[in-house]
């Protein structure tokens, strides 16, 4: 699954208020951190995923976490491969987003 709904309620108490804010915070930060990275130099790009990485580890997107530090990893070191890890972390943060979506309705 894309959201680990145990992992975010441990780190929200089990106070659902709390974990819908941190919930539409991620989103936020996802689309803002997300725009332009195809674009951006690989500097702007490594540190984009490195704040990405830190967010999804808090709420539990497991696949959002390591598809972002790839990104990171190629961003510093293979150049060759960033294209393909940004189009994997795109795909992660709709899955993210898809199961958040979901979460947010059934609440």
Known sequence: TALDRAHLERMTFGDQPL???VLE?????AQTLMAG???AP???V???AHRLKGSARGIGAWG???AAEAVEQAASTRPEALAAALA????????AKAAIAALLQGA
């Open 19 to 21: 974990a819908r804010e």
């Open 46 to 48: 490594a540190a984009a």
């Open 42 to 44: 690989p500097a702007a």
């Open 25 to 29: 915070l991620f989103l936020g930060q």
């Open 64 to 66: 959002v976490a390591a």
């Open 37 to 39: 990275l195809d674009r």
């Open 88 to 95: 994997a972390l795109g795909r992660a943060v709709e899955d």
